[in-house]
């Protein structure tokens, strides 16, 4: 199990091309704080507003990594479950690194910033790396489900986007959002105002896209004589 962990970490970002594909998604994070930070106005210029749009923006192409773990299985004959925690690596780079990008561009700028640029940072870190760790859980799933990686990764945005624009035209519906779409949650974890309700409907939505999408896609798997690693 210990090797089969250590091969699966090396997968994640094991060849050139994951490692472009991660520096790639890097860079666009970079400029797209700069670019924030350059247009704000003062009283946005808070590290929970920049990594707000940033780490959304950074949590679009987590979802890819998971898809590609996902592909190998189709290819190779490994593990289904450390080949799905695997994108954790990836997740967790991408997450602590957009902190750190966010945290610089905020110290770094030579224009004014809010009178309290710094507050939730804290929860708001933690919260970013929550993003991109559930971000690559749904990569993963939908991996499992579909064959094609150009679907897997375009359903990635619209299901859940979709699912959020569907129960937001629904007044009745709309507080639903936070239970069961990442958006909403990612709302709640990226403002650091976080309250026990909050996090238990991030919790559901760990339950539902990381938890219970992998666990449909990894039966359809099972089904056809796949290992499970368990």
Same mark, same amino acid.
């Given at each position: 199990? #210990? ?27 970079? +400029? ?8 704000? #106005?003062?009283? #946005?210029?808070? $590290? ?8 959304? !923006? ?8 998971? /898809?590609? !773990?996902?592909?190998?299985?189709? =290819? ?17 780079? /991408? ?6 990008? @966010? ?8 224009? #004014? ?6 507050? $939730? ?24 489900? !579909? ?5 897997? $990764?375009?359903?990635? /945005? ?5 699912? $959020?624009? !569907? ?36 919790? @559901? ?14 039966? +359809?798997?099972? =089904? ?7």
């Amino acid at each position: 199990m #210990d090797e089969t962990i250590r091969e699966t970490l090396r997968r994640s970002l094991g060849t050139p091309a994951r490692r472009w594909l991660l520096v790639g998604t890097l860079v666009v994070g970079l +400029l797209a704080a700069v670019a924030l930070v350059a247009a704000a #106005d003062p009283a #946005d210029r808070t $590290f929970a507003e920049l990594s707000g749009t940033v780490q959304s !923006l950074l949590s679009v192409a987590t979802p890819l990594f998971g /898809i590609l !773990l996902a592909h190998d299985l189709r =290819r190779v004959r490994l593990p289904i479950l450390p080949t799905v925690l695997a994108v954790g690596l990836p997740a967790v780079v /991408i997450g602590v690194v957009g902190v750190l990008i @966010c945290a610089a561009t905020l110290v770094l700028t030579p224009a #004014d910033v809010a009178e309290a640029p710094w507050r $939730f940072a804290g929860t708001v870190a933690v919260g970013s790396l929550l993003v991109q760790i559930v971000a690559g859980l749904v990569g993963t799933g939908l991996g499992l489900l !579909l064959r094609s990686v150009v679907l897997a $990764f375009l359903a990635t /945005i619209i299901l859940p986007l979709g699912l $959020f624009a !569907l129960l937001g035209a629904v007044d009745a519906l709309r507080p639903a959002q936070p239970w069961l779409t990442p958006l909403g949650s990612v709302r709640n974890l990226l403002s650091g105002e976080m309250s026990a309700l909050a996090w238990v409907q991030w919790l @559901c939505v760990l339950l539902i896209w990381g938890v219970g999408l992998n666990a449909v896609g990894a039966a +359809l798997l099972s =089904r056809r004589g796949r290992p499970t690693g368990r």
